[in-house]
């Protein structure tokens, strides 16, 4: 394989056929990778939360629930493992229809161990990134609830390239005050720049940048917040 196994990943895999599960667990487990096997689908997502790391080895025919079927029931619950859709009986449409609801590969049964061994890697190398950015995106929204509600306010304006006197006309407050919680503002979002701050609150949530922050006559006095602070 062209990447080592990563510690937290497992190769799950989902196959009513006990022998074709057996041999692909053994073949993960035979470089390294943590494995583990299911009978069907619905045991799978009784056992596997929504944070897991790895990719999915997933048959598409399988009786009570269709690979198909478990693809799009992950989807709904925000299960989002990279899946590589194994099948002696595939069609194009199968293929199609998996691949534009999420999946990294579609392997025809008999297949090369190599070929599955570097889906496995593709898979779980995609996995492990989404994993890693949700963790800062997770990371940097605590931080900015961490503002106030004053220095929210701020921040919104500070994102979209406010000066710092015109932000304080708009608050009433002056423009020393804001400069000193745009610097706190900088440091607690660990940016250096109103375009990082801008880049990191869309991270955070898109709707935050679209929306626009209140206007003068509103922004002065909402939310409970002194003109002074």
């Known amino acids: 394989m062209s990447a080592m196994p990563l510690a937290d990943a497992i190769v799950y895999v989902v196959d009513d056929d006990s022998a074709m599960r057996r041999s692909v667990v053994f073949l993960a487990e035979s470089v390294g990778w943590r494995a583990r096997g299911f009978a069907d689908a619905q045991s799978f997502l009784a056992q596997t939360g929504a ?5 999915l080895v997933l048959d598409v025919r399988m009786p009570a629930m ?5 693809q799009q029931a992950m989807n709904a619950r925000g299960l989002h493992l990279p899946i ?5 009986h595939g ?3 199968m293929a199609v229809q998996a691949m534009k609801d999420g999946a990294v590969d579609f392997i025809e049964k008999p297949f090369k161990d190599q070929v599955l061994l570097d889906a496995t890697a593709q898979a ?6 989404a994993a890693a950015q949700s963790s800062q995106h997770e990371h940097a929204r605590q931080r900015y609830e961490q503002l106030t509600l004053r ?3 701020i921040a919104l304006r500070v994102a979209r390239g406010q000066p710092s006197k015109l932000i304080a006309r708009e608050l009433g407050i002056s423009d020393k005050t804001v400069q000193v919680h745009r610097t706190h503002i900088l440091e607690e979002m660990s940016v250096h720049s109103a375009a990082e701050l ?3 609150l869309t991270q955070i949530d898109p709707a935050l940048q679209q ?5 003068a006559e509103a922004g002065s006095g909402h939310c409970g917040v002194r003109h002074d602070v």
């Open 124 to 129: 779980v190398r995609r996995s492990h990134a």
């Open 84 to 88: 590589i859709f194994i099948t002696g």
């Open 66 to 70: 269709s690979g198909l079927e478990l």
């Open 198 to 200: 801008a880049h990191r």
């Open 211 to 215: 929306a626009q922050p209140p206007p």
């Open 91 to 93: 069609d194009v449409s």
């Open 51 to 55: 944070s897991a790391v790895g990719c």
């Open 151 to 153: 220095e929210r306010e």
